[in-house]
């Protein structure tokens, strides 16, 4: 069985920095053409790709915010890390994992991240 | 980047009957290893978005054959027969051919 789950800070302020932890079981990140995406979705909006890496520590990154993202992983412990630097009010919204095999077939519950002064 | 369009915006079906949702990509999703990569996805209220379609017209695991996409290289159609209460909510497509990955901006199934 597949499952994911996100955790994060809940809330932060202007200028900080994101860390959101992806925890799954279910598959290895180390197997052949596995990864695992990031999304996020603001309140009432659409999905909004962020970022992959593959099992072969390949990463991509959606251009509109490269240079503030920051993909990792941990697959001894089943983890999958993302970092936005330097959030600002317009970061606020759920950020979703989900796993890539056949597209991005299993998805997490979520976590609210708010940016708040 | 590529954009995904999605028509209509909302739909309201009445339960038994079948509905049609189309998606438009401004680029072919066809790979040149004969893959389409667009892929449709159900949010239902308040839960995550769940895959229902992958590669245009391969059933996910788990979902009801009431469901079924197909297409072109750039215009894609999910169909749901027999809709039932369960289906409700909003309906995204997806292009994983290229980065970015994109979303068409949703459509929103209710019921009569």
């Known amino acids: 069985q597949v499952t994911l789950k996100e955790s994060g800070p809940g809330i932060l302020q202007p200028s900080q920095t994101l860390s959101l932890t992806c925890t799954f079981s279910g598959f290895s990140l180390s197997t052949y053409g596995m990864g695992v995406g990031w999304i996020r979705q603001p309140s009432g909006k659409g999905l909004e790709w962020l970022a992959n890496?593959?099992?072969?520590?390949?990463?991509y990154y959606n251009p509109s915010l490269k240079n503030r993202l920051t993909i990792s992983k941990d697959t001894s412990n089943n983890q999958a890390f993302l970092k936005i630097t330097n959030v600002d009010t317009a970061d606020t919204a759920t950020y979703y994992c989900a796993r890539i095999k056949r597209g991005l077939d299993y998805w997490g519950q979520g976590v609210m991240v708010t940016v708040s002064s | 980047d590529i954009v995904m369009t999605q028509a209509p915006l909302s739909v309201s079906v009445t339960p038994g009957e079948s509905a049609s949702i189309s998606c438009r990509s401004s680029k072919s999703l066809l790979h040149s290893n004969g893959i389409t990569y667009v892929y449709w996805y159900l949010q239902k209220p308040g839960k995550s978005p769940q895959l229902l379609i992958y590669?245009?017209?391969n059933l996910a695991s788990g979902v009801p054959d009431r469901f079924s996409g197909s297409g072109s290289e750039t215009d894609f159609t999910l169909k749901i027969s027999r809709v039932e209460a369960e289906d409700v909510g909003i309906y995204y497509c997806?292009?994983?051919?290229?980065?970015?990955?994109?979303f068409g901006g949703g459509t929103k199934l209710e019921l009569k």
């Open positions: 890496i593959w099992w072969d520590d390949d990463k």
């Open positions: 997806g292009q994983l051919l290229e980065n970015p990955w994109t």
């Open positions: 590669r245009m017209s």
